[in-house]
């Protein structure tokens, strides 16, 4: 039964979901990319190969059970696939549809390496549990019994949340405090509409909220408590508050009307989108329509600045990269899809200064080249003695990346360990920090990363976190 369902990879050609044109999408935040009915669905899942060794599992941070789901996906049985998708995730939807699958699973496809295709393995995954929403198959969050132990979690990003989960089908008081008024982290206010539609991440709050868990948002830990008075209130402690301090470009004219920070256009963008007004965007500061718009960055979050702008009406949109496109860190499907946006990409150039006064009307520009590999192994830009030349700029957007904020000052701990990026420090095995009880997850502890870690990060804390709270609670039975 199950071989005449796959190994269809020869004859049956891979096939994306189609994507709405650059024309119908340029106008709204909606996702690009359409569902797939059932049959195409399982027609592409049938294509695996069903590989002994998976190699698409092995390279899924999660180790997702890939060719199993993929096998009762193609044998239309798309509850047992949910049902196996979602025991090793908490938010298999979300992945599959931002996952930079061409890095992971389907990077590592075995088919890809024969020329066939990958599976749509992201695409698949995103059908499998979207219809297990639409059917009533996602099963409520049972509590497990009440423990008598508390939780306190710093951050509602992935890694928070999916600890939260997994802690209160432990039988956990669970809360988590955040500082932005919505729960979701950069699910919610980073990362745009057009790649996670936000009723995606709020169902799955949702979720979270009716099985118990204490959301307490609009609650910043370092100004609403101190983390003493949080250790004070609970059992154990996870910091997950991922990483927000952007990356200075200290360039002349940097502090011009007109020269904004990739956060707060984005933030600003999503909110507009869940209706709130926004005073910044209202009066035009971080709205993008009519101008000159230059963003400055090659990573996902330059893309997602880029992409925000065209659909905010932009009159025009380049992205400045010092290096090529063969050596920027954004994902190269992104790229494709800004250019069919109609985002100009102008490579090997560098920001100077950002010229016009008070308000910023152009960015002069430096051409670079690339020079030897540096210590990321890519080639390192230098300047070209070709020249500067200025570019029309009435928005400037800084997409330089994000590093941790210092943590020990702002939560008023300095005995709690960080590296020197700032990130938060934790023991392998425990994953516990240099403070007793205090845990950490997710980008705080890596640096800026993926969702697909931090959630990774969130099952794995719960799992250490449950084991020190059990013995917590047996020491304080003997000791009774
Ligand atoms: C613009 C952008 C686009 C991205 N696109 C993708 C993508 O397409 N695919 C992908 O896999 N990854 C993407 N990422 C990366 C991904 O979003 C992160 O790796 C992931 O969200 C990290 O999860 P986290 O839970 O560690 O932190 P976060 O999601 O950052 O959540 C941390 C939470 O902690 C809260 N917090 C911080 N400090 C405090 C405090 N003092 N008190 C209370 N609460 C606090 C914050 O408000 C936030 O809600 C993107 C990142 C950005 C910035
Ligand atoms: S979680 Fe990400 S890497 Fe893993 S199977 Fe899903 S899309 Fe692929």
Not at 392 to 411: C, R
Not at 444 to 455: D, F, H, N
Request: aromatic share 8%.
């Amino acid at each position: 039964m199950a071989n005449d369902s796959m190994l269809k990879f020869v004859d049956r050609e891979q096939s994306y979901p189609d994507k709405r044109t650059a024309d119908e999408r340029a106008d709204d935040f909606r996702e690009i990319a359409q569902r797939y009915a059932v049959e195409p669905a399982e027609e592409q899942a049938g294509r695996c190969s069903q590989c002994g060794v998976p190699y698409c599992s092995v390279h899924c941070p999660l180790h997702n059970h890939i060719p199993d789901w993929l096998r009762l996906t193609a044998e239309g049985r798309l509850r047992e696939a949910y049902e196996l998708s979602n025991a090793t995730s908490t938010m298999p939807e979300i992945c599959g549809r931002i996952c930079p699958q061409d890095r992971l699973c389907e990077g590592n496809c075995v088919i890809e390496f024969t020329g066939h295709g990958a599976v749509t393995i992201g695409s698949v995954e995103k059908f499998i549990t979207d219809t297990a929403w639409e059917n009533g198959w996602v099963e409520p969050l049972v509590p497990g019994k009440s423990r008598g132990q508390s939780v306190g979690v710093i951050g509602a990003g992935p890694a928070g949340l999916t600890a939260a989960e997994y802690l209160r089908g432990h039988g956990y008081d669970v809360h988590v405090y955040d500082r932005y008024d919505r729960a979701g982290g950069l699910l919610t206010y980073g990362i745009p509409g057009f790649k996670l539609e936000k009723p995606i991440v709020m169902r799955r709050v949702e979720r979270l909220k009716v099985a118990g868990i204490v959301f307490h948002e609009g609650f910043a830990v370092g100004d609403d408590a101190s983390l003493d008075d949080l250790r004070q209130r609970h059992d154990a402690i996870l910091i997950a508050t991922g990483v927000y301090k952007a990356r200075a470009m200290d360039l002349p004219g940097g502090g011009s009307n007109g020269v904004v920070a990739a956060l707060d256009f984005l933030v600003a963008s999503n909110r507009k989108g869940f209706g709130d007004a926004v005073p910044a965007f209202d009066d035009g500061s971080l709205n993008a329509e009519g101008k000159d718009v230059v963003v400055i960055g090659g990573g996902d979050t330059a893309m997602d600045c880029v992409r925000t702008a065209i659909r905010q009406g932009a009159k025009s949109v380049k992205c400045l990269y010092r290096r090529d496109r063969a050596n920027m860190p954004g994902s190269q499907r992104e790229v494709a899809n800004a250019e069919e946006e109609g985002v100009e990409f102008v490579w090997l150039s560098g920001p100077q200064s950002f010229d016009g006064g008070d308000t910023v009307s152009s960015v002069k520009v430096r051409k670079m080249r690339l020079g030897a590999p540096d210590a990321s192994g890519r080639r390192a830009p230098e300047p070209d003695p070709a020249g500067d030349y200025s570019v029309n700029a009435d928005l400037v957007i800084k997409a330089l990346g994000f590093d941790a904020e210092d943590l020990p000052t702002l939560f008023a701990t300095p005995e709690l360990g960080v590296s020197r990026w700032g990130t938060v420090l934790v023991d392998g095995k425990t994953l516990m920090t240099s403070l007793d009880g205090v845990f950490a997850a997710g980008d705080i502890v890596r640096g800026a990363s993926l969702v697909v870690w931090a959630i990774r990060d969130g099952r794995d804390v719960a799992a250490t976190m449950h084991k020190w709270l059990k013995t917590k609670a047996a020491n304080a039975r003997i000791a009774a």
